[in-house]
């Protein structure tokens, strides 16, 4: 099995990561699903169905596996990020994948049902051979090929996986998990198959009307010379402008089932978010133990390895040599100046917010790549290395020796080159006194070492040396500054005392500046919402804000975010679903629904004034209007928005209106998004265009160019979908 071969080459990793991930999501809030009185917990509804937590989780465990694989077989990663732990942004993503797909599916399979339509396990195969599957096509996934989704190898590990389970044996964690990821990726298909032919039910059943097709060509087969007249409603102040209340209450009512639904029930809340930073006091206290360090290395330490162990150093001790781009960039740029046995530091490097000090034990130069090869003789008996070591080199030394031959039995590499930056990379050496020994050795003959850490030798041989580098070896102590206990207790106890001494909203907002505060506000905060303004693990925050028993005013406790976040919440709004009220903010700025009703009615009311002004007026006499921004347009179009450069923007309507016209007509004023235009015809230039009616027909259905038509059916069958099955989610409660 190629696939499940692939996947085990990459090593004991991926079983780690998957299984730490996997219970990193167990052991957190999905604890409860396994207590006894859990077990129908649901986490929403579709369509007033209950959904299974339980099925949730397992929907769950799929997709993290599935995403765990992908970035296993991604080939544009680096080894270092293949084998990453997912962050909590990575893992937040992943929980909402796994509820998109999970709901999806149900409405999706729900439709289809109604619909009568189905999908086959057939036909899943059948698409994932012909590749015509976009998300398995633009994945990367344990089962690419280069000539698409290898079947083959997925039916091999299908029939292997129910062998082992009906078997009862030695249980294989790396087949495990490439049967996870297919069960993921099953789903997806699925998803796609059933909404790809629930859209095509709609494609197919759209009918353009051939008249308005023929229209909409003819009237794009001329392009127009205008003479434009514009009169921006900047050109009138807002203060001339009066509209009531009862205006944008009526506009309200006669309109809100176009302004956005609130789908969701949400909160808006006033928050603080306290990070707590090192006091004077804790730099001094490390500061003071980073001088006793140094005093240490002046006065001869030599267990530089106890050394940075005892110091908590980011930055461990091995006695190996290392060129100077193998050190962190605040020691790189001060090495070459440090003489051997020359403390440099205390310093403070700002970029990682780190104390630092180094000594330079030694300094020498060495090769700047050799091209190696070699043997790693290992045993429990010294006798024995001794032997067999003794016995190989014999035989390597012998005249016409075949290295590949011999080295077959015993873990070897070949024709290795490596360069002083990576040398101790390459995991074949692990002391200095063998690293020396290769850096010094003549070309062409072999020689053995001495392992440090495992009972064995190193048999080598150095083919080739190129260049040469300056090499170190450096005894360093880097430290964070971080916070005391006491630091962070007494920022706790002053945010602690300032929500003590507040009763309401206002109290906080009133009081915050002189206790040195900033109120921050966040609307909709919703079953959606991954975190508080990127603080990390602020799911509790969310969960809390959520209770369906919250009321508009209840102030939380103070919640401890990460290692170093102090959080506290206020509520000041509670919002159900359903119709935005007129006076909700809508941004973070303090704009409500009020305000752009009003900014709209404004608008109009300026274009009425402009509008009336200009009525029965000539078209010079309306050129020579004081408010007038005159300019000539060329080549406007029937289909393209028109640019008005003395305004510097663009308006659609005006394209449609030159369309009807005839050369030397003069518009009446016409309302546009940014003004009032009046427009002459100066000029008609005839395109010569080939009428097809099926172009025409896409044209008209893909809402003017705007979309592939497909796209916009899919999408628009979605969102119609959430009507007729609407989701409720309830995720937070437990995951």
């Known amino acids: 099995m190629a696939t499940l071969q692939k996947l085990r080459n990459m090593g004991p990793l991926l079983v780690i990561f998957v299984g730490l991930a996997l219970f990193a999501f167990i052991a957190g809030d999905a604890w409860r699903l396994f207590q006894s009185d859990a077990m129908e917990a649901t986490v929403g509804t579709v369509d007033g169905d209950k959904l299974s937590a339980q099925d949730f989780q397992e929907v769950y465990n799929e997709c993290e596996t599935a995403q765990r694989l992908f970035k296993m077989s991604d080939p544009r990663l680096s080894d270092e990020q293949r084998s990453a732990a997912f962050t909590e942004t990575e893992l937040a993503y992943i929980k909402e994948e796994a509820w998109s797909v999970f709901t999806q599916l149900a409405v999706a399979e729900k439709q289809a049902k ?73 789903k997806r298909v699925m998803l796609e198959a059933l909404t790809n032919k629930q859209v095509k039910l709609i494609e197919n059943a759209t009918i353009a009307n051939p008249v308005l097709a023929k229209k909409n060509f003819e009237l794009n087969d001329n392009s127009y010379n205008l003479e434009v007249a514009a009169f921006p409603y900047t050109s009138i102040e807002d203060s001339l402008v009066n509209v009531s209340d009862k205006e944008i209450e009526a506009y309200y009512n006669a309109n809100k089932k176009y302004f956005y639904e609130q789908l969701e029930d949400s909160r808006d809340i006033k928050y603080i978010s306290v990070k707590v930073t090192p006091s004077n006091e804790d730099k001094q206290a490390l500061l003071a133990q980073m001088n006793e360090y140094a005093d240490a290395l002046k006065n001869g330490e030599k267990d530089y390895d106890r050394l940075a ?76 290395v001794e032997a067999t070591t003794d016995s190989l080199l014999n035989l390597l030394k012998a005249k016409n020796s075949n290295f590949k031959e011999i080295a077959k039995n015993y873990a070897h590499v070949d024709s290795l080159w490596m360069t002083s930056k990576e040398f101790y990379a390459a995991g074949i050496i692990d002391n200095a006194e063998t690293q020396k020994a290769i850096y010094s050795a003549k070309t062409g003959v072999y020689a053995a070492a001495d392992f440090k850490t495992i009972p064995g030798k190193l048999i080598f041989q150095v083919i080739n040396k190129k260049g040469s580098n300056n090499v170190y070896n450096l005894a360093v102590v880097k430290r964070e500054i971080a916070f005391s206990n006491d630091t962070y207790e007494a920022a706790y106890n002053k945010l602690s005392q300032f929500i003590a001494d507040c009763s309401t909203v206002q109290d906080i907002e009133s009081k915050a500046m002189a206790s040195g505060y900033r109120v921050q506000k966040l609307n909709d905060v919703n079953a959606y919402t991954r975190n508080i303004n990127n603080i990390p693990q602020t799911g509790n925050v969310v969960k809390w804000v959520l209770d369906e028993e919250r009321k508009a005013g209840e102030f939380s406790g103070i919640e401890e975010c990460g290692n170093e976040y102090l959080l506290f919440v206020a509520v000041t709004s509670v919002n159900n679903k359903g119709y935005v009220a007129l006076d909700k903010e809508i941004n973070n700025y303090g704009t409500t629904l009020r305000d752009i009703i009003k900014s709209r009615l404004v608008l109009d009311k300026k274009a009425e004034m402009i509008t009336s002004e200009l009525a029965g007026k000539d078209f010079n006499a309306v050129k020579g209007n004081n408010k007038a921004q005159v300019t000539r347009v060329n080549m406007v179009e029937f289909k393209k928005p028109t640019h008005i450069s003395t305004l510097n923007v663009d308006e659609p309507i005006l394209g449609v209106v030159a369309s009807k016209m005839a050369v030397s007509d003069v518009s009446a004023p016409i309302k546009g998004d940014n003004g009032v235009y009046v427009i002459s015809v100066v000029g008609k230039n005839a395109k010569n265009g080939v009428y097809d009616e099926k172009k025409e027909n896409e044209y008209i259905l893909s809402n003017g160019g705007m979309y592939n038509y497909s796209n916009i059916v899919g999408q628009l069958y979605q969102m119609g979908l959430q009507e007729v099955y609407p989701i409720e989610n309830k995720l937070f409660r437990f995951f």
């Open 114 to 186: 109604e619909l009568g339509i189905t999908v086959t396990y057939e036909e899943i195969i059948d698409l994932l051979e012909n590749n015509a599957c976009n998300y398995v096509n633009n994945t990367y996934h344990p089962f690419r090929t280069q000539a698409g989704f290898d079947v083959e190898s997925l039916n091999e590990i299908i029939a292997a996986y129910h062998q082992m389970m009906s078997d009862g044996g030695q249980y294989d964690s790396n087949l495990a998990a490439l049967h996870t990821c297919w069960k993921y990726i099953e």
């Open 309 to 384: 162990r005892m110091a908590q150093s980011e930055f461990e001790y091995n006695d190996l040599l290392w060129a100077k781009e193998t050190f962190p960039e605040d020691i790189q740029v001060r090495i070459e100046q440090a003489n051997v046995n020359e403390v440099v530091g205390p310093y403070i490097n700002p970029s990682d917010n780190t104390y630092n000090l180094f000594m330079t034990t030694e300094k020498t130069t060495a090769p700047d790549s050799l091209l190696v090869r070699a043997i790693v003789v290992n045993s429990t008996s010294a006798e024995e």
